[in-house]
């Protein structure tokens, strides 16, 4: 009998898991066809951004229109970025307008909008739930459950990261030094290549964190979800 309650829990957390990713997932929940378009466009002129001064210093070219051409490349897909989420706020104020009150009406916005997804996953996930068969006093388990896969996963995925990310600064470090003295246009130069590097960072650390830590991270806003469920 034991056992059969053990099964019975692990195959509801599965399908509670894979109803979570699958069907709450922002490109479910808010992503048109007009708002994919735009931020594929986006992708492409900030990777172009980033490919213009990396070009210049391995070719070792000096001219001040790359620089240029890689901020105007840059700004226009920052722009193509806030129109693409635009569009999604758009088209989910259309679709949800029970939950229009928690869309921001800002034109300019870089992020989706966090208080709306989470204000909707949590009445999915909590109806989702008690049609699972879950109870109340089933929160708790839920809870335990998720932060105990979220932390193994962490746990054998995450540290080689760290041990590459103590290695190579000091190495990176080491090249900007000596690419600063060779002039005022290669200075320059290495000024636009630190903020496309602190942009390209940032998303490779949201890259590494989607493919090594997508479950963990899944987990973790589930966990999130439960709790705020769990009180409601």
């Known amino acids: 009998m034991t056992q059969n309650l053990a099964v019975n829990f692990l195959l509801k957390t599965k399908q509670l898991e894979e109803y979570f990713t699958k069907k709450l997932s922002i490109s479910e929940i808010m992503v048109d066809s007009k708002a994919l378009l735009t931020l594929i466009g986006s992708i492409i002129f900030i990777l172009s951004g980033g490919i213009i001064p990396t ?25 193509l970025l806030a129109l693409s989420t635009w569009f999604s706020h758009s088209f989910a104020k259309k ?27 949590c009445d999915e996930i909590r109806n989702k739930i008690f049609s699972l068969g879950f109870q109340d006093t089933d929160f708790d388990d839920l809870i ?29 470090s080491e090249f900007i030094g000596k690419q600063i003295e060779k002039g005022l ?12 590097l602190t942009y390209f960072t940032s998303i490779f650390h949201s890259m590494l964190k989607t493919i090594l830590l997508s479950k963990a991270t899944k987990y973790d806003e589930l966990v999130d979800i439960l709790k705020t469920v769990k009180i409601l």
């Open 185 to 196: 246009g290669v200075f320059l130069i290495m000024i636009i290549v630190a903020f496309v």
């Open 95 to 121: 679709k949800y307008p029970d939950y229009a009150s928690f869309i921001t009406s800002k034109k300019i916005k870089l992020k989706y909008d966090s208080n709306f997804l989470f204000a909707y996953r």
């Open 55 to 79: 070009v210049a210093l391995i070719a070792r070219l000096n001219n001040w229109w790359l620089g240029i051409s890689s901020m105007v490349s840059l700004l226009i897909g920052l722009s």
């Open 144 to 172: 335990e459950y998720y932060s105990r896969q979220s932390g193994n996963i962490k746990n054998k995925r995450w540290w080689p990261i760290t041990l590459a990310g103590l290695i190579l600064f000091p190495l990176w």
